[in-house]
């Protein structure tokens, strides 16, 4: 079992930064590869962004690309979303989730955090 607890998000103006946080408890989270999901007001949850267990391999969505990063820290079970150039269109309930396998699909991801709302005024 893995629990995920989300941390960092908030109001910015577009434009600004934000960097999330989900730390993990067990013993473990070197072995899970980890994602970044996001879902919007009206639309379904979408990939962000996945990091492999050691952090060698990291991934993210087209929308999102040269502006988030993703990255871990597994001494202190914790995994990063560096948000720049936050757009309108950023804003969304962000979760964060693990995997026993690198992969994009949301189905892969076993267990999920509560979320974490992220508001991007223009």
């Known amino acids: 079992q893995v629990q995920l607890v989300e941390s960092g998000g908030g109001l910015v103006q577009a434009g600004g930064s934000l960097r999330l946080s989900c730390a993990a408890s067990g013993r473990t989270f070197s072995s899970y590869a980890m994602g970044w999901f996001r879902q919007a007001p009206g639309k379904e949850r979408a990939f962000v962004a996945a990091i492999s267990g050691r952090g060698r391999s990291t991934s993210t969505a087209d929308s999102v690309k040269g502006r988030f990063s993703i990255s871990r820290d597994n001494a202190k079970n914790t995994v990063y979303l560096q948000m720049n150039s936050l757009k309108p269109e950023d804003t969304a309930i962000y979760y964060c989730?693990?995997?026993?396998?690198?992969?994009?699909?949301?189905?892969?991801?076993?267990?999920w955090g509560q979320g974490t709302q992220v508001t991007v005024s223009s």
């Open positions: 989730a693990a995997s026993s396998s690198y992969s994009s699909q949301q189905d892969d991801y076993a267990y």
